[in-house]
């Protein structure tokens, strides 16, 4: 049975930051990793935290619009990282910012990223795919509604965001056909803050739970396959359009490549109007068990 309460707290406390004494580049922060029932830590925190800490060093005037990454070493779970940011460059229409990670006295994560003040020009996106109502598909909690165990709670109600899968999830069974293409609706627990960095910063965090899902998939797999280990490695995210992360997003996924135990996997964020709002590519570690 699933006991936990639906709520976008820990997305909330994952992107909250404190100013920190900077000890490599220009200024530092310092964000908490939140629970996983893993021994090591979200990704999607990492990211997260990261972009929220390039934002808080440009002026209001220009926003994300790219950010890249390599995770580096695993993350402790429950514990502080320190983010350090260098103002690499801030011209006119573009500023510039690399961020790296501390944690144990080593650096686990970095990442550089790019800001553009907003200008007026053509404008093209790719439709968005083709996509069932999210009110006729099973929420996590109903998909697991059987299932005991921490996984399932966090599956459940520990993530921040309702995450709804087309054809269908693979958190304890492979459901519908093995196929490079699947679909999640997602939409934050709870109301946001009308604060555009905030609703990226989600982006940024909820890119990461399925992404290499894809990729499972193809291969036959699911998250509970016995012996099964997988790793982000290294990440890269666009942001296209604003967009607003507590309502309905459609994550529309395809796995590229697998290959050496390493796989490729691509995503679109489309809102329900169809306007694109982010794309994000990601490189993981996928070693089944023996």
Same mark, same amino acid.
């Given at each position: 049975?699933?006991?936990?309460?639906?709520?976008? !707290?820990?997305? &909330? @406390?994952?992107?909250?930051?404190?100013?920190?004494?900077? !000890?490599?580049?220009?200024?530092?922060?310092?964000?908490?990793?939140?629970?996983?029932?893993?021994?090591? *830590?979200?990704?999607? %925190?990492?990211?997260? +935290?990261?972009? *929220?800490?390039?934002? $808080?060093?440009?002026?209001?005037?220009?926003?994300?619009?790219?950010? /890249?990454?390599?995770?580096? @070493?695993?993350?402790?779970?429950?514990?502080?990282?320190?983010?350090?940011?260098?103002?690499?460059?801030?011209? @006119?229409?573009?500023?510039?910012?690399?961020? @790296?990670?501390? +944690?144990?006295?080593?650096?686990?994560?970095?990442?550089?990223?790019?800001? +553009?003040?907003?200008?007026?020009?053509?404008?093209? #996106?790719?439709?968005?795919?083709?996509?069932?109502?999210?009110?006729?598909?099973?929420?996590?909690?109903?998909?697991?509604?059987?299932?005991? =165990?921490?996984?399932?709670?966090?599956?459940?109600?520990?993530?921040?965001?309702?995450? $709804?899968?087309?054809? =269908?999830?693979?958190?304890?069974?492979?459901?519908?056909?093995?196929?490079?293409? +699947?679909?999640?609706?997602?939409?934050?627990? %709870?109301?946001?803050?009308?604060?555009?960095?905030?609703?990226?910063?989600?982006?940024?965090?909820?890119? %990461?739970?399925?992404?290499?899902?894809?990729?499972? $998939?193809?291969?036959?797999?699911?998250?509970?396959?016995?012996?099964?280990?997988?790793?982000?490695? %290294? /990440?890269?995210?666009?942001?296209?359009? !604003? =967009?607003?992360?507590?309502?309905?997003? &459609?994550? *529309?996924?395809?796995?590229?490549?697998? #290959?050496?135990?390493?796989?490729?996997?691509?995503?679109?964020?489309?809102?329900?109007?169809?306007?694109?709002?982010?794309?994000?590519? #990601?490189?993981?570690?996928?070693?089944? =068990?023996?």
């Amino acid at each position: 049975m699933i006991t936990g309460t639906l709520t976008s !707290e820990t997305f &909330l @406390r994952a992107v909250e930051l404190t100013p920190a004494p900077a !000890e490599v580049y220009d200024e530092a922060y310092e964000a908490t990793t939140q629970y996983v029932p893993w021994p090591k *830590a979200y990704g999607g %925190d990492m990211v997260a +935290q990261a972009a *929220a800490a390039m934002m $808080r060093s440009v002026n209001e005037d220009r926003a994300l619009h790219s950010m /890249h990454s390599y995770f580096m @070493r695993p993350v402790d779970v429950g514990a502080t990282v320190r983010y350090e940011v260098e103002r690499l460059r801030d011209g @006119r229409g573009y500023s510039t910012r690399t961020v @790296r990670g501390f +944690q144990n006295g080593k650096a686990v994560y970095a990442a550089m990223g790019s800001f +553009q003040v907003p200008e007026n020009g053509p404008d093209y #996106q790719p439709e968005a795919p083709a996509a069932v109502d999210p009110a006729s598909l099973r929420s996590a909690a109903e998909a697991l509604e059987e299932a005991e =165990g921490p996984a399932a709670d966090y599956w459940s109600t520990g993530r921040s965001f309702d995450m $709804r899968h087309v054809p =269908g999830p693979v958190y304890i069974k492979l459901e519908g056909e093995p196929m490079p293409q +699947q679909a999640i609706w997602v939409k934050a627990f %709870d109301a946001l803050p009308d604060e555009a960095n905030l609703h990226r910063a989600a982006l940024a965090y909820v890119c %990461d739970y399925t992404i290499l899902e894809p990729l499972l $998939r193809v291969n036959g797999l699911h998250w509970s396959s016995l012996g099964l280990t997988t790793a982000s490695l %290294d /990440h890269s995210m666009w942001f296209h359009r !604003e =967009g607003r992360a507590d309502e309905w997003i &459609l994550y *529309a996924q395809e796995a590229v490549s697998s #290959q050496s135990n390493r796989g490729l996997a691509m995503g679109r964020f489309f809102d329900r109007q169809g306007r694109l709002l982010a794309t994000v590519a #990601q490189e993981g570690m996928i070693r089944p =068990g023996a």
